[in-house]
């Protein structure tokens, strides 16, 4: 008991850092902005501790499935820091921002091709943007793009030699709280069915998000992307929800595989014999 409340603190200010990177990195930031991560750090906080420190599950899949978890917070976590240095050049340049710039300028650059998610991603800019605003997104883009799809390899690298899950067993009511296997239908199809429908929303919503987060929108008219803040945080669920949606997608694959196996050996009456 007293390991898992150790390590469920531990994930809750590990959550508190990620909120906080992008404050902690720029060089100013408003009060009212300090204030309202604030209270999203705290309220991460005490959800983490709740969920991890419970030994019923809630809302978090995966808890019980390393390294799924830690790939997707290792990657959204160096995603903000790199973007936010990309931002703070433009404020309060260093080597180090300049050298993490340059790097995301050329894979920006390199992914600026017709129908590429950087394409769709410029035309969210207001017409009134300025060059710097343009060319600091373009970075940036690039840097979490490239970021996140270094993880989604070692992701697929670990399925497909069969490392994940790691200790060869999966609870379907611990990792998966939200999905129920006593509803009709078999469970193999329904975790097959689920994963693909997360993959395809994945690699679609990059397309999605500029048609319902236009410059002209409500959301992006209230809230400027040429804010230091704003624009971190927006690249940051403009790929990290599809890269979170496509490793999901991905997981409920390898799991209905799992369950598919183990069918099949446990009608083969081969299997479990031991020779006299």
Known sequence: MIARLTGAVLRGLLVVLLIATPSLILPTVPAETAQIVAFVAIAGLFLTMLEYGSSAPCLFE?????????????????????????????????????????????????????????????????????????????????????????????????????????????????????????????????LDRDGRINIFAGIAMPAVLPMVFGPNSALISAVSLEQPQAMVWAVAVWLGLPFSLIMRGLAMQRIAQLIEVRRKDATNPRVGLVPL
């Open 62 to 190: 995966f808890r019980d499935a390393a390294p799924f978890n830690r790939i997707r917070f290792s990657a959204i976590m160096l995603l903000l820091v790199l973007v936010s240095l990309v931002v703070r050049h433009n404020l309060a340049p260093t080597g180090l921002s300049a050298f993490v710039w340059s790097v995301g300028h050329v894979v920006g650059n390199a992914l600026d091709f017709p129908f590429s998610p950087m394409r769709l991603a410029l035309p969210v800019l207001p017409e009134t943007a300025t060059f710097q605003a343009y060319d600091t997104l373009v970075s940036a883009f690039g840097l979490a793009l490239l970021v996140l799809v270094i993880a989604l390899c070692l992701f697929v690298v670990d399925l497909h030699r069969d490392n994940w899950p790691r200790r060869g067993t999966f609870n379907v009511w611990i990792n998966l709280p939200t999905f129920d296997p006593t509803r009709s239908g078999d469970v193999v199809s329904r």
